[in-house]
């Protein structure tokens, strides 16, 4: 077997006997326990960079590791192929979306054949094919029908650049479209809605079951916002019949309110701004217009010019005195009631604010000694505050909170900072949303047997980036499906996480018929158990996917007990150049074809699982090179070792213990790159194998029994089997003619794992001083160490250093002092 390994032919040949083979392909009918890997399915923006191959690389992993561990790995792949850019590239002159996209995910689709990683393709979805369309307008409709969509017009999110509307996830913290980096303006338009937010309170409580990164969940959290607190009124001084309703989580500091906010939004900002004031309110609401909610929400920059006065004031119940009414663009209207009571003392924007315009601090609760000026909104007794005077945060919220019940004017309340999630887009690009506007019946919902409403191919692409649709006589002229008459044609199309909330579900079965969901079949393999895919998705498609999961289930169909889409999260780290993150739109990727025609796919995916943790990011730099090249030498190492060619290698056999310590590291490898695999530890379960190669070549080289370095060969092919899968199938065949990757996981024997204990003898001048027991692995450096921190030793040396130690592992230290 000692002939040459040719990287590019080897790899291409196993590449196509899996394919044509099925050997990952699985079926409804499969006896195997089931089981479900996916990585997020991809945009198609082209060829696959090192981003792409660390993903798919891992996800490989798992699946080729589960399918020897005797498990039915549903491994399905597809392409989230909606999506601006290709849009983009028509307006620019370029050819057709749907041509630049089929050539786009043809690369891609190359490129991830090229690693290695193996997928059922006959599951295949395109989010783009009519049949996606078809189901994706079905489950809107239903959705509708069950009051989960709806239009409203609101202010929303514009982005000049990408002419269309964005969903608040998509604006940037400083203001900008994460696409296009264009400044958002705020506009109100009539738009398309899915409630999320009747899922508020089972989205957040869900989580803490959750084996997601605790950091992901955090962010989820802090999206959702739920807030526990009071909602109580401010009535207007000298105009009882009206008064400001104010949300707020901290009730037990109103007596150190000493102003009142209102949003520029809010319907009483008209009526108490006074004749004086109004200019300045005015101008200000103009500015506020123009702003995301994000950039009104920033906590950098001056306060000046952000707030002013309406010359109004309301006044605060729990102490009965007057207080000024500001207009400020920091208060949102779609937040809590529009309104806030403002406590500078205790809120450090408040303070900031109050200190800008000459309003008064009052505080309430007793900072800690040494705590210097500003805010603190610590835990500490009530002061300045009456009948609260002395109490915690805690018990006084409570009484605060009774005390309002018990006047009347307020009670316990709970608010979300999630907001409904707004899903039309004016891009032609996209899903179209399937409903026609009647001028006598109004909204109707297409006929199912109209069904799918499909885009246009003969339209005109403007530099403007307005949306063909809207001129297309052909698309927006429409028959109402209730009484026949003429009706127009709505031409949103669908934001493209529509697409993205639900394919997993439709992967089980993505050939069934009479629905979007074949129930029996996500019964069967969803939750998915292990999703991969990057942190960047944390609260636009993880929460949206949580959300239609649900929805899907309480409107019928899907499996309503399935609550959660994903069992297991895994967020890979980034790859990083120049500082950045690697990506097309930043014009700093590397190409793995480079690689796959020189080094091979299996050097690449090793250099991705040994460079580092994988949930770090990396950096690409010459080093990366380095590694690649270091590698290809171990694989070279292992194929050599397969094929009995090692007789050149340079090692040594000092000190070689015999057949059973082999067998023993053997096993240890064996529960050791198991538990790794388990942990997403690839980057160790790679560095064992490196070492039970280096083991094995020591035992070939001092004349360990044939048989048990054979076995050891076998068992180091078999746990490399899913990192570098083309060598070790290759390898495997030429010793026995059998597939690797049908073989079982190894198991490893709990008898060889026990470690072997043996007593240290420690001397000090040669008399024996103190026993103790020691693995009987340890090496020379762990048995001084231990000798030296013996309380004999040290009781007996005192401060007196050591002039020689004489180690001989693992029974023998002496001390010579």
Same mark, same amino acid.
């Given at each position: 077997?000692?002939?040459?390994?040719?990287?590019?032919?080897?790899?291409?040949?196993?590449?196509?006997?899996?394919?044509?083979? !099925?050997?990952?392909?699985v079926?409804?009918?499969?006896?195997?326990?089931?089981?479900?890997?996916?990585? *997020? %399915?991809?945009?198609?923006?082209?060829?696959?960079?090192?981003g792409?191959?660390? +993903? %798919?690389?891992?996800?490989?992993?798992?699946?080729r590791?589960?399918?020897?561990?005797?498990e039915?790995?549903?491994?399905?792949? !597809?392409?989230?192929?909606?999506?601006l850019?290709?849009?983009?590239?028509?307006?620019?002159?370029?050819?057709?979306?749907?041509?630049?996209?089929?050539a786009?995910?043809?690369?891609?689709?190359?490129?991830v054949?090229?690693?290695?990683?193996?997928?059922?393709?006959?599951?295949?979805i395109?989010?783009?094919?009519?049949?996606?369309?078809?189901?994706?307008?079905?489950?809107f409709?239903?959705?509708?029908?069950?009051?989960l969509? %709806?239009?409203a017009?609101?202010?929303?999110?514009?982005?000049p650049g990408?002419?269309?509307?964005l969903?608040n996830?998509?604006?940037l913290?400083?203001?900008?479209?994460?696409?296009s980096?264009?400044?958002?303006?705020r506009?109100?338009?009539e738009?398309?809605?899915?409630?999320?937010t009747?899922?508020a309170?089972?989205?957040? #409580?869900a989580?803490?079951?959750?084996d997601?990164?605790e950091?992901?969940?955090t962010?989820?959290?802090?999206?959702?916002?739920?807030?526990l607190g009071?909602?109580?009124?401010?009535?207007?001084?000298?105009?009882?019949?009206?008064?400001?309703?104010?949300?707020?989580?901290?009730?037990?500091t109103?007596?150190?309110?000493?102003?009142?906010v209102?949003?520029?939004?809010?319907?009483?900002?008209?009526?108490?701004?006074?004749?004086?004031?109004?200019?300045?309110?005015e101008?200000?609401?103009a500015?506020?217009?123009?702003?995301?909610?994000i950039?009104?929400?920033?906590?950098?920059g001056?306060?000046?010019?952000r707030?002013?006065?309406?010359?109004?004031y309301?006044?605060?119940p729990?102490?009965?005195?007057?207080?000024?009414?500001?207009?400020a663009?920091?208060?949102?209207?779609?937040?809590?009631?529009?309104?806030?009571?403002?406590?500078?003392?205790e809120?450090?924007?408040?303070?900031?604010?109050?200190?800008?315009?000459?309003?008064?601090?009052?505080?309430t609760v007793e900072?800690?000694?040494?705590?210097?000026?500003?805010?603190?909104?610590?835990?500490?007794?009530h002061?300045?505050?009456?009948?609260?005077?002395?109490?915690?945060?805690?018990?006084?919220k409570?009484?605060?909170i009774?005390?309002?019940?018990?006047?009347?004017?307020?009670?316990?309340?709970?608010?979300?900072r999630?907001?409904?999630?707004?899903i039309?887009?004016?891009?032609?690009?996209?899903?179209?949303?399937?409903?026609?506007?009647?001028?006598?019946?109004?909204?109707? !919902?297409?006929?199912?047997?109209?069904?799918?409403?499909?885009?246009p191919?003969d339209?005109?692409?403007?530099?403007?980036?307005?949306?063909?649709?809207?001129?297309h006589?052909?698309?927006?002229?429409?028959?109402?499906?209730?009484?026949?008459?003429?009706?127009k044609?709505?031409?949103?199309?669908?934001?493209?996480?529509?697409?993205?909330?639900? %394919?997993?579900?439709?992967?089980?079965n993505?050939?069934?018929?009479?629905?979007p969901?074949d129930?029996?079949?996500?019964?069967?393999y969803?939750?998915?158990?292990?999703?991969i895919?990057?942190? @960047?998705?944390?609260?636009?498609?993880?929460?949206?996917?949580?959300?239609? @999961?649900?929805?899907?289930?309480?409107?019928?169909?899907?499996?309503?007990?399935?609550?959660?889409?994903?069992?297991?999260?895994?967020?890979?780290?980034?790859?990083?150049?120049?500082?950045?993150? *690697? &990506?097309?739109?930043?014009? +700093?990727?590397?190409?793995?074809?480079?690689?796959f025609?020189t080094?091979?796919a299996?050097?690449?995916?090793?250099?991705?699982?040994?460079?580092?943790?994988?949930?770090?990011?990396? #950096?690409w &730099?010459?080093?990366s090179?380095?590694?690649?090249?270091?590698c290809?030498?171990?694989?070279?190492?292992?194929?050599?070792?397969?094929?009995?060619?090692?007789?050149?290698?340079?090692?040594? &056999?000092?000190?070689?213990?015999?057949?059973?310590?082999?067998?023993?590291?053997?096993?240890?490898?064996?529960?050791?790159?198991?538990?790794?695999?388990?942990?997403y530890?690839?980057n160790t379960?790679?560095?064992?194998?490196?070492?039970l190669?280096?083991?094995?070549?020591?035992h070939?080289?001092?004349?360990?029994?044939g048989?048990?370095?054979?076995?050891?060969?076998?068992?180091l092919?078999?746990?490399?089997?899913?990192?570098?899968?083309?060598?070790?199938?290759?390898?495997?065949e030429?010793?026995?003619?059998?597939?690797?990757?049908?073989?079982?996981?190894?198991?490893?024997?709990?008898?060889?794992?026990?470690v072997e204990?043996?007593?240290?003898?420690v001397?000090?001048?040669?008399?024996?001083? #103190?026993?103790i027991?020691?693995?009987?692995?340890l090496?020379?450096?762990?048995?001084?160490a231990?000798?030296?921190?013996?309380d004999k030793?040290?009781?007996?040396?005192?401060d007196?250093?050591?002039?020689r130690?004489?180690?001989?592992?693992?029974?023998?230290? +002496?001390?010579?002092a």
């Amino acid at each position: 077997m000692a002939e040459r390994y040719d990287v590019q032919e080897v790899e291409a040949r196993w590449q196509r006997r899996w394919e044509q083979e !099925g050997t990952y392909q699985v079926d409804l009918d499969d006896p195997r326990p089931p089981s479900y890997v996916l990585c *997020m %399915y991809p945009y198609p923006s082209g060829p696959a960079h090192q981003g792409h191959v660390r +993903n %798919y690389t891992f996800g490989d992993v798992l699946v080729r590791y589960r399918t020897m561990k005797g498990e039915a790995v549903l491994s399905p792949f !597809g392409f989230d192929s909606f999506g601006l850019p290709a849009e983009n590239a028509a307006i620019k002159g370029g050819m057709p979306p749907r041509a630049y996209t089929e050539a786009r995910i043809a690369e891609l689709k190359r490129s991830v054949r090229r690693l290695g990683a193996v997928y059922d393709w006959r599951r295949e979805i395109r989010s783009h094919d009519p049949d996606y369309i078809l189901w994706n307008q079905v489950i809107f409709l239903e959705l509708l029908k069950a009051g989960l969509a %709806y239009r409203a017009e609101a202010p929303v999110n514009w982005c000049p650049g990408c002419h269309t509307v964005l969903a608040n996830e998509q604006v940037l913290a400083d203001g900008t479209c994460e696409r296009s980096g264009d400044v958002v303006e705020r506009r109100n338009l009539e738009q398309w809605f899915l409630r999320i937010t009747r899922y508020a309170d089972e989205l957040v #409580d869900a989580l803490d079951g959750l084996d997601w990164p605790e950091r992901v969940k955090t962010m989820q959290r802090n999206w959702i916002g739920r807030s526990l607190g009071a909602q109580f009124s401010l009535p207007v001084k000298n105009r009882p019949e009206l008064s400001i309703d104010v949300f707020t989580t901290r009730p037990d500091t109103a007596f150190g309110m000493t102003y009142a906010v209102l949003a520029p939004e809010h319907p009483l900002v008209e009526t108490l701004t006074t004749p004086e004031q109004r200019a300045e309110v005015e101008e200000l609401a103009a500015r506020a217009s123009e702003e995301s909610d994000i950039e009104r929400l920033s906590s950098e920059g001056s306060l000046d010019k952000r707030g002013a006065f309406t010359g109004s004031y309301v006044v605060n119940p729990f102490n009965g005195e007057p207080i000024p009414v500001y207009v400020a663009d920091y208060v949102l209207i779609g937040y809590g009631t529009g309104a806030i009571m403002a406590v500078p003392a205790e809120d450090q924007r408040d303070y900031d604010f109050a200190a800008l315009y000459g309003l008064p601090v009052v505080r309430t609760v007793e900072p800690p000694e040494g705590f210097e000026g500003g805010a603190y909104s610590g835990d500490g007794p009530h002061i300045n505050s009456r009948w609260l005077n002395g109490l915690d945060n805690a018990a006084a919220k409570a009484k605060a909170i009774e005390w309002l019940t018990a006047q009347g004017i307020g009670q316990a309340t709970v608010n979300y900072r999630l907001r409904d999630w707004l899903i039309s887009r004016q891009r032609y690009w996209g899903c179209p949303i399937p409903v026609v506007y009647c001028p006598t019946d109004g909204i109707q !919902g297409v006929a199912r047997d109209d069904l799918p409403v499909l885009l246009p191919e003969d339209v005109e692409f403007r530099p403007t980036g307005q949306s063909p649709l809207r001129f297309h006589e052909g698309f927006l002229n429409a028959t109402c499906p209730k009484c026949g008459g003429p009706a127009k044609r709505e031409t949103d199309t669908m934001d493209t996480f529509v697409d993205s909330s639900w %394919y997993f579900l439709r992967f089980a079965n993505p050939h069934h018929e009479d629905g979007p969901i074949d129930v029996a079949a996500a019964r069967q393999y969803l939750p998915v158990d292990r999703y991969i895919g990057g942190i @960047t998705h944390a609260i636009l498609h993880l929460l949206y996917a949580r959300f239609y @999961t649900r929805a899907l289930g309480d409107i019928g169909l899907s499996p309503p007990e399935i609550r959660e889409p994903f069992e297991q999260l895994f967020c890979q780290g980034m790859i990083r150049m120049d500082g950045k993150a *690697m &990506s097309k739109s930043r014009g +700093n990727v590397v190409s793995p074809d480079t690689y796959f025609d020189t080094v091979g796919a299996d050097a690449l995916r090793l250099f991705h699982l040994f460079a580092g943790p994988p949930v770090e990011d990396i #950096d690409w &730099s010459e080093q990366s090179d380095e590694i690649i090249e270091g590698c290809l030498r171990f694989l070279g190492r292992v194929w050599r070792l397969a094929s009995g060619d090692i007789g050149g290698e340079a090692t040594s &056999s000092d000190g070689s213990p015999g057949a059973g310590e082999l067998r023993r590291e053997v096993h240890r490898t064996i529960a050791r790159v198991t538990a790794d695999i388990e942990r997403y530890g690839f980057n160790t379960a790679v560095a064992a194998l490196m070492e039970l190669t280096n083991t094995v070549y020591r035992h070939v080289h001092a004349g360990t029994d044939g048989t048990i370095v054979s076995e050891a060969i076998d068992t180091l092919l078999e746990l490399l089997a899913p990192f570098a899968p083309h060598l070790a199938a290759e390898a495997y065949e030429h010793r026995h003619g059998i597939h690797v990757h049908t073989r079982p996981w190894p198991e490893a024997d709990p008898s060889e794992l026990a470690v072997e204990r043996t007593t240290l003898v420690v001397q000090v001048n040669g008399k024996l001083r #103190d026993r103790i027991e020691v693995d009987a692995g340890l090496g020379e450096d762990e048995v001084i160490a231990l000798a030296l921190a013996s309380d004999k030793v040290q009781q007996l040396l005192g401060d007196v250093a050591p002039r020689r130690v004489v180690a001989r592992p693992p029974s023998l230290v +002496n001390i010579v002092a």
